[in-house]
């Protein structure tokens, strides 16, 4: 059985501040975990992606994901944000890469970005 | 290379009737996956299918039905259409990662 907590429905961010979105996942496996970006009335773009290599995860638009096993977290950052990086991200686990998997998607969290 | 197409964009339905959403990827992807996406959340998956002549029940396959005839084509079928059945539906297909169509808004009135 696997699960994704995102433990922020919705986050606020002033433009060139730094972006904090937080997941936590559980996973019967050695899980492999995406973000992925959805603008509205758009489909789903992925970020980036974990698949138990680095833990340290670089995406596409500068952000990135640390994998902490100890902490079944999946925390997306980016260090500086953008207008254009208002949109819902869905952070995502797997019971594996390749094809076949079943993604399991976390309920999300709307980032609004202020100037 | 158009990925993964669906059709149509926008639909809306009454109670009872049905339809059959299109969905066609041209990778040559062998898994094949239907999610559906309620506001606020995730998406949940409907149907699936592994290859060809192949396929499975998801998380939510209540009142939808799924058919695999070719590597290609994916439908999804709508027999009697209901209000709980609002929503947005993506077709997706993977191989080593997954790509997703731009999704069908169906409302059901």
């Known amino acids: 059985a696997q699960s994704v907590t995102q433990l922020d429905s919705h986050v606020s961010v002033s433009e060139g501040t730094p972006v904090l979105l937080r997941c936590n996942y559980s996973s019967s496996y050695s899980p492999s975990l995406f973000w992925y970006v959805q603008h509205p009335n758009k489909g789903l773009q992925l970020l980036l992606k974990?698949?138990?290599?680095?833990?340290l995860v670089k995406g596409i638009n500068g952000f990135e994901a640390e994998f902490k096993k100890s902490e079944t977290s999946f925390h997306l950052t980016k260090p500086s944000a953008h207008m254009s990086d208002a949109a819902e991200y869905f952070c995502?686990?797997?019971?594996?890469?390749?094809?076949?998997?079943?993604?399991?998607f976390g309920t999300g969290t709307q980032l609004k970005v202020e100037l | 290379n158009a990925g993964v197409t669906q059709t149509p964009k926008f639909r809306i339905l009454k109670i009872g009737q049905s339809m059959t959403l299109q969905c066609t990827q041209d990778m040559n992807h062998n898994y094949m996956y239907w999610y559906r996406q309620d506001p606020g959340m995730g998406l949940k998956l409907i149907y699936y299918s592994v290859g060809a002549g192949i396929t499975d029940k998801g998380e939510v396959p209540n009142g939808y039905n799924v058919s695999r005839s070719t590597t290609e084509d994916f439908p999804l079928r709508l027999e009697l259409a209901a209000p709980s059945q609002t929503s947005v539906y993506f077709c997706a297909s993977s191989s080593a990662g997954y790509t997703f169509g731009s999704g069908t808004r169906l409302t059901v009135v």
């Open positions: 974990y698949t138990s290599a680095a833990t």
């Open positions: 995502v686990v797997s019971p594996f890469t390749g094809g076949g998997n079943k993604l399991t």
